[in-house]
């Protein structure tokens, strides 16, 4: 398997403010990691797909603007959730795809973010 | 378009008992299947995975099983513990096994009483 570390675990924060999640691998180095958005009692919802060193792909209705992804380095992709709202509030998971096997993902723990 | 879907939202059984959480997808070009486990406030946890050439493949106490027919794919949990106790996703590779990409079902809920 994988070791991916999501920070932090869980965030409250003020409606317009900005909000980052960072995501890290642990034992290797991750080319591919995914964003997902999970609201309650619902299914994983990809929001765009991570690559170290270019832009991130985002899926259809997932604006790219308010939810900045970076990729910078072969260990760390970064959520930024800016000028949070209400409804953005959700539960944030990311993945990596696995070393070896590249169809499994490898998920962190999540982040639980509420915007008062 | 595609789609995966479970066929019942919650499942509850008796501590000891056999589990089957079902699923059914909908692109028949898939070729590469995921169960996951999720509790409650954590990430997904890989349990088991299936490739579209095989009709079954087994882990400790859990099995899969692909329908490539009907296409159906079930998670079975042999004597059922209340640690299983958690949201149960299928997730298949569809048209996009190129990008490494997902799509998740809708998710069952196993209970496990005691």
């Known amino acids: 398997g994988a070791v991916v570390s999501q920070h932090p675990s869980w965030v409250i924060c003020k409606s317009g403010t900005s909000v980052k999640i960072e995501c890290r691998s642990l034992?290797?180095?991750?080319?591919?990691m995914f964003w997902y958005r999970q609201f309650p009692k619902q299914s994983l919802m990809l929001m765009a797909t991570s690559n170290e060193g270019s832009k991130a792909t985002y899926e259809q209705g997932v604006e790219k603007d308010k939810f900045l992804i970076n990729h910078a380095s072969l260990t760390l992709s970064t959520l930024t959730v800016t000028s949070a709202h209400p409804e953005d509030s959700s539960f944030y998971i990311c993945s990596l795809q696995g070393q070896l096997a590249k169809n499994i993902q490898y998920f962190g723990a999540g982040t639980r973010l509420s915007v008062l | 378009g595609e789609s995966v879907g479970l066929h019942l939202p919650t499942l509850s059984v008796q501590e000891g008992d056999n589990s089957i959480i079902n699923c059914a997808y909908s692109n028949s070009a898939s070729d590469y299947f995921i169960w996951y486990k999720q509790e409650s406030g954590k990430g997904p946890q890989f349990i088991i995975d299936i490739r579209s050439n095989m009709d079954k493949r087994q882990g400790q106490r859990v099995t899969v099983l692909l329908n490539k027919t009907v296409k159906h794919l079930s998670l079975q949990i042999a004597a059922t513990q209340p640690g299983d106790s958690a949201v149960y996703f299928c997730?298949?590779?569809?048209?996009?096994?190129?990008?490494?990409?997902?799509?998740f079902g809708q998710g069952t809920t196993l209970q496990v009483k005691p």
């Open positions: 997730a298949e590779n569809g048209l996009t096994s190129n990008t490494g990409k997902l799509i």
């Open positions: 034992d290797f180095q991750a080319t591919t």
